[in-house]
């Protein structure tokens, strides 16, 4: 069974600070992967993609992928309260895996 | 630029009813997957369709089968529903790019409720 597997949190961390969200996949043969914020109510959002060993920035988020250890890393510089929301880290191609979420709560 | 719209927003059913759920994919997408998310979980595939045909699917009995029609657009029908079936069933839209990436993107959801 191919997992993606997630610290359920919550994760608190006060405004202005980075926050480390981390998963860790069992597919070795995976190579797409992503990340989603998912408001309470809402649908998920699309944050990052990431294919590739290395990091990948936008904005204030910064994707992780090193594939030799099978972990995927979200980080967020200067959080704001607006990111508080959980956020879902999934690998696969079509048939999307995803992990149980991370809960973040930002502190002001 | 019309993103994944899906209807209706909320529903509720009883237990042994059936369910149809739609799905417009985004502008320019021509595959649509459909997940269920139960409350605290992350979602849980069913099945994706592309030109027509159900190209994968996950571990759902049966009673979860769907359809694709040429616009694109998709349904997603539920049999005989059980109290568990409760939960947002979420479409996701994507096109697949030249390099063989997928990026999936997800419309607000329909929630169901079985009482």
């Known amino acids: 069974q191919k997992e993606v597997e997630q610290n359920s949190g919550p994760l608190s961390v006060p405004e202005g600070a980075i926050a480390s969200l981390n998963c860790t996949y069992s597919?070795?043969?995976?190579?797409?992967f992503f990340w989603y914020r998912q408001y309470s109510g809402k649908s998920p959002e699309l944050i990052m993609s990431?294919?590739?060993?290395g990091d990948k920035e936008d904005g204030r988020f910064t994707a992780q992928l090193n594939k030799a250890s099978q972990y995927v890393s979200l980080l967020i510089r200067d959080s704001q309260p607006s990111d508080s929301a959980t956020y879902l880290c999934?690998?696969?191609?079509?048939?999307?895996?995803f992990g149980q979420g991370t809960e973040l709560s930002v502190k002001p | 630029d019309a993103g994944v719209t899906q209807s209706p927003t909320h529903l509720i059913k009883t237990r042994g009813q059936q369910v149809t759920l739609r799905c417009s994919p985004k502008?320019?997408?021509?595959?649509v997957s459909w997940y269920q998310q139960a409350l605290g979980q992350g979602p849980q595939f069913i099945f994706q369709?592309?030109?027509?045909?159900?190209?994968q699917r996950g571990n759902f009995p049966d009673r979860f089968s769907g359809h694709q029609y040429p616009n694109y657009s998709s349904e997603l029908n539920v049999n005989a529903l059980l109290l568990g079936d409760s939960a947002l069933y979420l479409c996701?839209?994507?096109?697949?790019?030249?390099?063989?990436?997928?990026?999936?993107?997800f419309g607000p959801g329909t929630r169901l409720l079985v009482l």
């Open positions: 502008s320019g997408h021509d595959t």
């Open positions: 597919d070795r043969v995976s190579q797409s």
């Open positions: 999934a690998s696969g191609r079509g048939k999307l895996i």
């Open positions: 996701a839209s994507s096109l697949l790019g030249l390099a063989g990436e997928e990026t999936q993107y």
């Open positions: 990431i294919y590739s060993n």
């Open positions: 369709y592309y030109e027509e045909e159900e190209r």
